[in-house]
């Protein structure tokens, strides 16, 4: 019994790591797409790359839709103009559920992707 107590803790253990690694991934591609969604202005003879908040928002929000996971974007914005800065939330279940195991764990990532012209 307690054999198969300690399988049904580790499967859940690793389908909650693998949730929290697939979430990262989402983070981090919302925050890529979200930096390269600058616009190219010109101070005096040098362009700059400046990214807006709105922008950002809308390209990660078309990120976190296509990929359809079941995840929510908590926030997407800039913080300093040059940086994309996203956070997604989702809440994993457990496959196996036991007495051990919480029925559902609120997950969180934050990813910042900075632009690729400065």
């Not at 693998?18 to 101070?43: E, P």
């Not at 956070?87 to 900075?114: D, K, N, Q």
Request: with cysteine; proline share 4%.
């Amino acid at each position: 019994m307690l054999a198969l107590v300690a399988i049904f803790v580790c499967a859940n253990a690793t389908s909650l790591y693998l949730a929290q690694k697939r979430l990262d991934a989402l983070a981090d591609a919302a925050a890529l797409a979200g930096a390269d969604g600058f616009t190219i202005t010109l101070a005096g003879d040098d362009p700059q790359a400046r990214l807006e908040a709105d922008a950002v928002h809308a390209q990660a929000t078309e990120i976190v839709d296509a990929v359809g996971s079941g995840a929510v974007l908590v926030a997407a914005g800039t913080p300093d103009g040059v940086s994309a800065r996203v956070t997604v939330a989702t809440v994993w279940h457990a496959p196996i559920v036991s007495l051990f195991v919480p029925e559902g764990v609120p997950l969180e990532s934050t990813a910042t992707s900075r632009t690729a012209l400065r």
